[in-house]
């Protein structure tokens, strides 16, 4: 955990010209880097805290992040969905558009979720589908509405702790590929292992979407997470 930390922070401190004018009230930005383990994030935990550690050096990081990440149910805990962890919105990406004004919008045509504007907490596009590499595969584990995905042979990386055997859900932050939903931000498809070259064979990278529950609202309570 502690080096997956370090070097999130190392990489986010790299100084680096942002693609776009920042805003004050960024609340939602799309992972710049993974913890180079594939999908093994630490859990929803350490998730939550990769999001705050990339935010901190863009001025953010006293804000209570929260990975877009679901989790199964299991040893007598109930499921977690991703929808209902995040906060109640309006989110805002670096350059000040808004993405959604709450989580009904999120999940609808209404939001405003496209490669030009999922930026990452410097500002920048992703890789998506014609760059090399393609980078677009983005680590949910969630269904479309944003529940937690329960399709066969899927194990959410058990529940983001394993870089060995299994699988997660994903989505196309390009909103374009392969899979049941090639056009879904969040559920395109299951990836094809957890390891980080199983993320990367398919066109992934082990980025993750983050949320702010308290940058423009109410402070919501943080939720259940969990370590194992």
């Known amino acids: 955990?502690?080096?997956?930390?370090a070097a999130l922070a190392a990489v986010a401190l790299i100084a680096a010209a942002?693609?776009?004018?920042?805003?004050?009230?960024m609340s939602f930005f799309?992972?710049?880097?993974?913890?180079?383990?594939?999908?093994?994030?630490?859990?929803?935990e350490g998730a939550d805290q990769a999001c705050k550690d990339l935010a901190y050096p863009a001025g953010f990081g006293d804000l209570t992040w929260r990975?877009?990440?679901?989790a199964m149910a299991r040893d007598g805990q109930p499921a977690v969905n991703a929808r209902d962890r995040i906060g109640t919105g309006p989110w805002f990406n670096f350059s000040?558009?808004?993405?959604?004004?709450?989580?009904?919008?999120?999940?609808?045509?209404?939001?405003?979720l496209t490669k030009e504007s999922i930026l990452t907490e410097r500002g920048a596009m992703s890789n998506g589908r014609g760059d090399d590499p393609n980078m677009h595969d983005i680590l949910t584990g969630s269904n479309m509405d944003g529940t937690v995905y329960m399709g066969e042979g899927n194990t959410n990386c058990d529940n983001w702790t394993s870089s060995g055997e299994g699988s997660a859900r994903v989505g196309h932050h390009d909103r374009q590929g392969g899979g049941q939903n090639p056009e879904s931000w969040n559920s395109a498809h299951s990836s094809s292992g957890c390891s980080q070259s199983d993320l990367q064979g398919t066109g992934g990278n082990g980025f993750f979407y983050c949320f702010a529950t308290d940058g423009n609202g109410p402070q919501q309570p943080a939720a259940r997470t969990e370590t194992y």
């Open 96 to 112: 000040g558009d808004m993405i959604a004004a709450d989580v009904t919008a999120l999940h609808s045509d209404a939001a405003n």
């Open 67 to 70: 990975a877009y990440l679901s």
């Open 30 to 44: 799309i992972t710049s880097a993974g913890p180079g383990a594939g999908a093994s994030l630490g859990g929803l």
């Open 1 to 5: 955990m502690k080096k997956m930390i």
């Open 18 to 25: 942002p693609a776009a004018a920042q805003d004050a009230n």
